[in-house]
């Protein structure tokens, strides 16, 4: 069975910009949960989504937000990107809301 | 904020078995204690979880204190490729995962 994917694996982008993150859960999975991982604020969650509705958010402003598909696949979106931006963000999948999250690799994002 | 207190780093010998404490005196009784590791440059990754009992799996044991105050995470054997960041986390139900710092765990060969 396919692992948690992630697209980019990398990306560059300027201040100012928005930018557009997809994660492919695990078939089957209907959770997916989002983190946005630095080194001086280490693993923090963003969001996670059931079967297309936000279940959990955590504390981030309004910039950042994120959908998910009917196909379980989950996008994030960030506008205005901002220096402090630049993270690896992680997207995990869970087969219901409670129980093991298998992650993927990451999106590392760099905000110019 | 992070509801449990673990120690920043951690050595051990390749082949020993490794002890990595966790503090969570605020735990509730509806919390389950979740183990996640993240080895260098990948995700992290599902270890073990429980609420009561000692817990087994094929990767660790969780011993879980009777007030269940405290928890450890044992490798049985380690070697070179549990070197990683150990992550203690409590969840309630299907509450979101809050992780903290973790634990940096050195293998020594």
């Known amino acids: 069975k396919a692992g948690v994917t992630q697209t980019p694996r990398y990306l560059i982008k300027t201040r100012g910009q928005q930018v557009t993150l997809s994660c492919s859960p695990i078939s089957g999975h209907r959770s997916v949960s989002w983190y946005q991982q630095t080194p001086g604020q280490g693993l923090q969650f963003l969001f996670e989504?059931?079967?297309?509705?936000?279940?959990n958010k955590g504390n981030f402003p309004g910039r950042f937000s994120g959908r998910q598909f009917s196909n379980s696949r989950s996008e994030m979106n960030v506008s205005t990107l901002e220096l402090g931006d630049s993270a690896l963000y992680l997207c995990a999948s869970s087969l219901l809301t409670s129980v093991e999250q298998f992650f993927g690799p990451g999106t590392r994002l760099t905000v110019l | 904020d992070a509801k449990t207190t673990q120690p920043n780093s951690m050595e051990s010998n390749e082949e020993e078995p490794v002890h990595l404490p966790c503090n969570h005196s605020t735990i509730s009784g509806t919390d389950y204690i979740h183990w996640y590791r993240q080895l260098p440059s990948q995700g992290p990754e599902y270890v073990i979880h429980?609420?009561?009992s000692n817990v087994n799996n094929r990767m660790a044991s969780l011993a879980i204190a009777e007030d269940r105050k405290s928890s450890t995470l044992i490798l049985h054997r380690a070697t070179l490729r549990d070197a990683a960041v150990y992550y203690c986390i409590l969840r309630e139900g299907d509450d979101k995962i809050i992780f903290g710092k973790g634990t940096r765990l050195h293998i020594l060969p």
């Open positions: 429980g609420l009561t």
């Open positions: 989504y059931f079967s297309e509705t936000q279940r």
